[in-house]
């Protein structure tokens, strides 16, 4: 039966209503306790009761048992793009072949109890005394030498919680699953699922594969030596399973042996044969795959496969269907634009992403520059120092303040700046890119032409934390340091992250979650997951509306002119971070947000000069991109924000009598129908389909650099 969580008694409810709500009724609860607890006691029952609430969150997470019954380790992946064309399909887990456990050597059952878990055939899930002992032997060396996980409970973890953070709720609910389990199944049949489930390295997954890919054979006609060297890989098979490391791995092999003797698995005559006899190691070379698996559009679906991996870990299919929202037209205009990138001596990678303003569909990314194979990093979603691309949320958390305005005068002289959060570099004196002053001018000067020193000057005025707090609002993920260098983009960020605040920009202070899928389906069409737009207003349209009047500028006559694209309404901002290494342009037209990174795999200085910046190297890439998507897509019916875009309103910040008059404009965004028109034009709509407006929690950006449908150890 499914788990899920108790239904919440609505006659207990309104009886805590008709008694003033909760907050009586938990006083008393506090006002007996302290009468009948000390203090200690109290502090440990809410820590308990907190730490019980955590582990039912991630017990939730676990589905019905019965689909160990079909498990289906590595699915294969097919992924279709926006129109619902193939884009490729990843094959299935390679050098995997599941078998039932009549086809498994006795001798590999042995090896791996006695090096995994000892009392498997005692326990009931976990091993308290395997647990203490671990505790004990990790306590006197001083670190974590040995684990207590039983058998079960590794198989729990790697089925149902290989993708959640290691720590005490998640051991605790894999120890309930695992207690779970036993009860639900025979210990054969989780000694199946198990042994058919790990990975013994060299890219072999299951018992039978790794039989094949060492020694050329079945696993039913494993030797006690060739079982023992399997399960001394368990430990740690990308170490062990490495030919490097070939001396380590026949030492655990004898240890092994020596453990399956020890318990009375095997006699003392089968150990001393065991451990004198070589191994003969040969590969079953019908039975792997030595090609290497390349995707189209590497670093798009790679990124997809990890985050359906992440997702749906579990999922009894043997083929799954992926409906993603890539646009083959915008992604061969991305591929292309960064592939015919003219990039100045010492910049030798680049990347780009594009997501659709209208429901924060990723259309296209790009995550490195040249052959995949050389280069898997994907750019895309690492974090590069943003530098001066990062400005425009300086301003704007100003303007959302009413600190300044585009029209505000600002001084352009040299500064030194006492920074106490700098414990490195308290006494700081930025100096603008070209080293020249221009004394006093206006903030949209100031922001047009990137001059440093003014932008540290709105930083001292309205707080590094406000800063952080308006980056975070609009879509930054990362962790900005809050220091005054801030103020000029030295934390770092990836080019999506990037991507989905200046979307937020654009939209007017509406935040849509970039969305790499569509949909998810089995090979019997059943729907797995569905992912609709999610909205969130986070900041009033008005001063939004001032930073992108003053964007606009950066793009007709400041430091962005060389991103133009000729009949398309766009905006945007350059950065160039310190000696060159990242070089940006991020921006926006009516309906689409692009940005564009450029920089080294070494992330080695390339040096300033006015050849080499955001300006000179991104821009034009955000150009041809661009240009090329406009000539397979419609150019945009609607104009930039104040003409119609950026119109969602979720009422944010408003009183009740303003909620009341726009409830009707307010349920046509619910529905996903047409947006509110703005006061200032009747005639440019636009249409959100689809589009749920609530609060919304931004997951980080995995930050997967290349498929990889097998879990590494």
């Known amino acids: 039966m499914r788990r899920r969580a108790p239904k919440p008694n609505k006659e207990n ?14 006083d008393m609860v506090f006002m007996s306790a302290r009468v009948t607890m000390s203090s200690f006691t109290l502090i440990m029952a809410l820590v308990i009761s907190i730490l019980a609430v955590f582990v039912w969150v991630d017990y939730l997470k676990v589905p019905d048992l019965s689909i160990l019954e079909s498990y289906q380790p590595g699915a294969e992946l097919i992924l279709y793009d926006s129109d619902d064309k193939l884009i490729c399909t990843f094959p299935a887990k390679e050098r995997r072949e599941v078998v039932p456990m009549a086809k498994i050597s006795q001798n590999v059952v042995k090896a791996v109890i006695a090096a995994e ?21 990790n306590i006197s060396k001083g670190h974590q030498v040995q684990g207590g996980s039983t058998i079960t409970q590794q198989l729990t973890k790697n089925i149902f919680f290989a993708a959640q953070k290691r720590n005490i709720s998640v051991k605790i609910a894999e120890a309930i699953v695992s207690q779970q389990i036993e009860q639900k199944y025979s210990k054969e049949k989780i000694l199946e699922l198990y042994l058919n489930q790990i990975y013994f390295g060299s890219g072999a997954y299951g018992v039978e ?3 094949k890919t060492y020694f050329d054979k079945p696993a039913s006609q494993l030797t ?170 300086v301003y704007l958390t100003a303007f959302e303040g009413g600190a300044l305005s585009p029209s505000s005068m600002i001084s352009d002289t040299p500064l030194s700046v006492v920074d106490e959060n700098d414990k490195e570099n308290p006494i700081w004196e930025p100096k603008n890119f070209d080293k020249k002053y221009s004394g006093m001018i206006t903030v949209a000067e100031a922001l047009k032409y990137s001059k440093n020193v003014c932008a540290v000057r709105v ?52 935040r849509v979650k970039p969305r790499f899928i569509r949909k998810i389906e089995n090979e019997k069409g059943k729907t797995l997951a569905v992912f609709s737009p999610e909205v969130e207003r986070v900041m009033d349209e008005r001063p939004v509306i001032e930073l992108v009047d003053v964007l606009k500028e950066v793009v007709a006559s400041g430091t962005g002119t060389a991103s133009r694209v000729k009949g398309i309404p766009s905006a945007g901002k350059t950065g160039t971070a310190d000696d060159g290494k990242d070089l940006w342009f991020a921006g ?32 034009p890439i955000w150009r041809q991109y661009n240009t090329a998507y406009y000539k397979d897509h419609s150019k945009p019916l609607t104009h930039l924000l104040g003409s119609g875009l950026g119109q969602l309103d979720t009422n944010m910040g408003k009183t009740n009598k303003d909620k009341a008059q726009n409830s009707a404009e307010q349920e046509m965004i619910y529905s996903g129908d047409v947006l509110p028109q703005s006061r200032s034009s009747r005639t440019t709509q636009r249409r959100i389909n689809n589009i749920n407006v609530k609060k919304t929690v931004t997951r980080k950006s995995p930050g997967v650099t290349e498929y990889t449908w097998e879990s590494s150890d």
């Not at 409810?13 to 938990?26: A, E, I």
């Not at 006699?267 to 079953?284: C, G, K, Y």
């Not at 070494?602 to 000069?609: D, F, L, M, R, Y």
Request: hydrophobic content about 40%; proline content about 4%; charged content about 15%.
């Open 13 to 26: 409810f309104q009886r805590l209503n008709d008694f003033g709500g909760v907050k009586p009724v938990l």
């Open 117 to 137: 878990d000892r009392s498997f055939f005692q326990h009931s899930g976990v091993s308290w005394e395997g647990v203490t002992r671990a505790m004990l032997t």
């Open 209 to 211: 594969a790794a039989a």
């Open 224 to 393: 006690i030596g060739e079982s023992a060297f399997l399960a001394g890989i368990i430990k740690s098979p990308s170490i062990l399973g490495d030919k490097e490391h070939i001396k380590a791995a026949i030492q655990r092999q004898q240890y092994v042996i020596n453990a399956m003797y020890e318990v009375g698995l095997i006699s003392q005559e089968e150990a001393d044969w065991a451990i004198n006899q070589p191994l003969v190691f040969r590969q079953a070379q019908d039975n792997i795959s030595t090609k290497i698996f390349v995707p189209k559009y590497p670093y798009y679906s790679s990124l997809v496969a990890q985050e359906v991996k992440e997702l749906l870990p579990y999922t009894g299919s043997k083929r799954i269907k992926v409906y993603t929202c890539l646009d083959t037209r915008a992604q061969n205009a991305a591929e292309a634009a960064i592939k015919n990138a003219r990039l100045p001596k010492g910049i030798d990678q680049a990347a780009l992403a594009s997501i659709n303003l209208n429901d924060g569909s990723v259309v296209a990314l790009v995550g490195g520059y040249g052959q995949y194979l050389e280069n898997q990093w994907n750019s895309a979603v690492h974090p590069h120092t943003m530098g001066s691309v990062f400005k425009p949320m």
């Open 459 to 510: 930083a001292q005025q309205v707080g590094i934390p406000s800063i952080v707090s308006v980056a975070g609002r609009m879509g930054l993920n990362e962790t900005l340091a809050p220091t005054m260098a801030l103020s000029l983009g030295a934390s770092a960020a990836s080019p999506l992250s990037l991507a989905t605040a200046y979307g937020t920009i654009a939209r007017g202070g509406v």
């Open 588 to 619: 926006f037209t009516p309906d689409l947000v692009t940005v564009v990174w450029t920089g080294n795999a070494k992330n080695q200085a390339v040096g300033s000069s006015t050849r080499i910046t955001g300006g000179t190297v991104a821009a």
